[in-house]
T-cell receptor, first 114, second 112 residues
């Protein structure tokens, strides 16, 4: 089985722009979660989607949004980018949508805002 | 909501020594506790996990212990090797059982 795939791997954007990141989960996995990783801040939970519905949301401003498609692929959008949004964005998928099994992470998209 | 604390934030050990990382959680309803290892420039990967109906689990040089009463769990690595150098994250399932909260991470350095 192919692993979790995130595209693009690297992005450089300017303040004020918007960006869309993509995550393709492992085939058959229906839950996709997004995390922001910055040095010293660990893995900050953004949101989680299951069967095209956002079930959980972390403490991030409304500039961060996402969606999930019928094939379970998910996208994350950040509007009006700020310098502080520079981070590694990771997505993870699980098969059942319950947090009692291994979450498989993608390699991440490294976003740099200049 | 669930809060997971993790200590220490950095840990240096000599090759062959043991390393212990401790985590505490706040939600007594959490029932699944995975540990992830993230090597530099790579994705986090599960190394061991434990469920709330078990007190200890071992896999070769790695073990995890869980104290439900005290709401803490620990990762133990014995006979450390340079390839164990990485950032380790603990996590706990949240109340609705749908997602995880991660600890802030521990950077482990194994010195040759």
């Amino acid at each position: 089985k192919a692993g979790v795939t995130q595209t693009p791997r690297y992005l450089i954007k300017t303040r004020g722009q918007q960006v869309t990141l993509s995550c393709s989960p492992i085939s058959g996995h229906r839950s996709v979660s997004w995390y922001q990783q910055t040095p010293g801040q660990g893995l900050q939970f953004l949101f989680e989607y299951f069967s095209e519905t956002q079930r959980n949301k972390g403490n991030f401003p409304g500039r961060f949004s996402g969606r999930q498609f019928s094939n379970s692929r998910s996208e994350m959008n950040v509007s009006t980018l700020e310098l502080g949004d520079s981070a590694l964005y990771l997505c993870a998928s699980t098969p059942t949508g319950t947090a009692n099994t291994e979450a498989f992470f993608g390699q991440g998209t490294r976003l740099t805002v200049v | 909501g669930e809060n997971v604390e993790q200590h220490p934030s950095t840990l240096s050990v000599q090759e062959g020594d043991s390393a212990v990382i401790k985590c505490t959680y706040s939600d007594s309803a959490s029932n699944y506790f995975p540990w992830y290892k993230q090597e530099l420039g790579k994705r986090p990967q599960l190394i061991i996990d434990i469920r709330s109906n078990v007190g200890e689990k071992k896999d070769q040089r790695i073990a995890v212990t869980l104290n439900k009463t005290a709401k803490h769990f620990s990762l133990h690595i014995t006979e450390t090797q340079p390839e164990d150098s990485a950032v380790y994250f603990c996590a706990a399932s949240i109340k609705n059982g749908q997602n995880f909260v991660f600890g802030p991470g521990t950077r482990l350095s194994v010195l040759p």
